[in-house]
């Protein structure tokens, strides 16, 4: 499974800073709810990807090395057994971002991400995504808040 990736082609406007990397409109409410300032400082961070059914983008117990905002699409977040079942404890989509544990100050995967319906996102590498944290009071709080959402909204377990 390859990812095709691209750089977003975010401008100043309104219209353009909501667009992902082929010119359509960016969905990520994260996103879209940056202001300005701080849209300037994250958008030139991410990257395009159109990701595939059955992709994983972090395994337990891997190093997150990138997090995830999703465009389209859905995520499914998968807690795996050591028999290897798994049982899924949350979905991600438009609303919300994929490597929740960076959030929390963990570098490591407690959990399986991998991509349930085919899927856009922009992805951010961890360090960038630490120092924007500090500088983007809105991002922060808008990430700490899809955290807490993420925890709250659990609403049903599917066994694989």
């Given at each position: 499974?390859?990812?095709?990736?691209?750089?977003?082609?975010?401008?100043?406007?309104?219209?353009?800073?909501?667009?992902?990397?082929?010119?359509?409109?960016?969905?990520?409410?994260?996103?879209?709810?940056?202001?300005?300032?701080?849209?300037?400082?994250?958008?030139?961070?991410?990257?395009?990807?159109?990701?595939?059914?059955?992709?994983?983008?972090?395994?337990?117990?891997?190093?997150?090395?990138?997090?995830?905002?999703?465009?389209?699409?859905?995520?499914?977040?998968?807690?795996?057994?050591?028999?290897?079942?798994?049982?899924?404890?949350?979905?991600?989509?438009?609303?919300?971002?994929v490597g929740l544990p960076l959030i929390a100050g963990f570098r490591s995967a407690a959990t399986r991400a991998v991509v349930?319906?085919?899927?856009?996102?922009?992805?951010?590498?961890?360090?960038?995504?630490?120092?924007?944290?500090?500088?983007?009071?809105?991002?922060?709080?808008?990430?700490?808040?899809?955290?807490?959402?993420?925890?709250?909204?659990?609403?049903?377990?599917?066994?694989?």
């Amino acid at each position: 499974m390859t990812t095709q990736t691209t750089r977003p082609q975010f401008g100043r406007s309104r219209q353009a800073a909501n667009s992902n990397g082929d010119g359509n409109n960016t969905h990520n409410r994260i996103l879209q709810s940056l202001p300005p300032r701080e849209r300037d400082l994250v958008v030139p961070k991410l990257e395009f990807l159109r990701l595939t059914t059955h992709q994983i983008l972090h395994e337990v117990p891997d190093t997150l090395k990138s997090g995830y905002f999703c465009d389209s699409g859905m995520i499914s977040i998968l807690s795996v057994f050591p028999d290897k079942k798994s049982v899924e404890v949350g979905l991600v989509g438009e609303e919300g971002f994929v490597g929740l544990p960076l959030i929390a100050g963990f570098r490591s995967a407690a959990t399986r991400a991998v991509v349930l319906i085919e899927a856009t996102a922009f992805r951010i590498e961890v360090a960038t995504l630490i120092s924007l944290l500090r500088q983007c009071p809105t991002l922060n709080h808008l990430a700490l808040r899809s955290r807490e959402n993420f925890f709250l909204d659990i609403p049903f377990y599917r066994t694989h």
